[in-house]
């Protein structure tokens, strides 16, 4: 059954430690994206991708940095975790055209 | 002015009412519309898509959309307590271009 993965669900790490929060698809989607929202708050996009060895900055700045080096395959990394990184993440990913994303569960961190 | 705007809410109806829920987009261009459903906690999930003006009707859901007044917009019918949430609206400009979502609304149903 097709569909898009996060890893881990919840994090809670400490401050100065380097992360990296996981999505995979098996769709065969082109475009992935990560989204942060904190509780409550709109969906901001931070990074998204076209394509393998693509990748582009979204609307909200992030700390964050991501690769995509397979088709499938669309990690975050936080080099120095900060308490105000403490968000959720949601990655999403989406075929060419006009259809829909599909999310993934989400990440929530939680930096102390 | 933000790309989508969603303004109204949050929106409070009766069990068995009709909700409206409206967004307008700022883009001439865009050319696929989607409403998303969000419950506290969790992940955004499609409920509707519509890409021509006109109404489009999923059981009890019904998007419109008015290209020429830049406006997209969700009805639930018979509403229950089980469609209280976050409703994003998301517009797509082009094959290529990236979604975006509006700050959504949240909405109580009363049983």
């Known amino acids: 059954e097709a569909d898009i993965y996060q890893t881990p669900r919840y994090l809670v790490i400490g401050t100065g430690k380097k992360i990296t929060l996981e999505c995979s698809q098996t769709?065969?989607?082109?475009?992935m994206y990560w989204y942060q929202q904190d509780p409550g708050m709109e969906l901001h996009l931070i990074h998204y991708?076209?394509?393998?060895?693509?990748?582009e900055k979204g609307d909200l700045s992030s700390e964050s940095t991501v690769s995509r080096i397979r088709t499938e395959h669309f990690p975050l990394t936080l080099e120095s975790a900060r308490p105000s990184h403490t968000s959720q993440y949601l990655c999403?990913?989406?075929?060419?055209?006009?259809?829909?994303?599909?999310f993934g569960q989400g990440t929530r961190l939680t930096v102390v | 002015q933000k790309e989508v705007e969603q303004n109204s809410g949050p929106l409070s109806v009766p069990e068995g009412a009709i909700a409206s829920l409206n967004c307008t987009y700022s883009?001439?261009?865009?050319?696929?519309f989607f409403w998303y459903r969000q419950y506290s906690g969790k992940s955004p999930e499609l409920i509707m898509f519509?890409?021509?003006?006109g109404d489009k009707e999923d059981g009890r859901f019904t998007a419109q959309l008015n290209k020429a007044s830049q406006y997209v917009s969700l009805l639930i019918r018979d509403s229950q307590p089980s469609d209280s949430a976050t409703y994003l609206c998301?517009?797509?400009?082009?094959?290529?271009?990236?979604?975006?979502f509006g700050k959504g609304i949240t909405l109580s149903v009363r049983p």
């Open positions: 769709m065969g989607h082109d475009k």
């Open positions: 998301a517009v797509r400009a082009g094959a290529n271009s990236k979604l975006t």
């Open positions: 991708s076209y394509g393998v060895n693509s990748t």
């Open positions: 999403a990913s989406s075929d060419a055209g006009r259809t829909e994303a599909f």
């Open positions: 883009d001439r261009g865009s050319q696929s």
């Open positions: 519509i890409y021509s003006n």
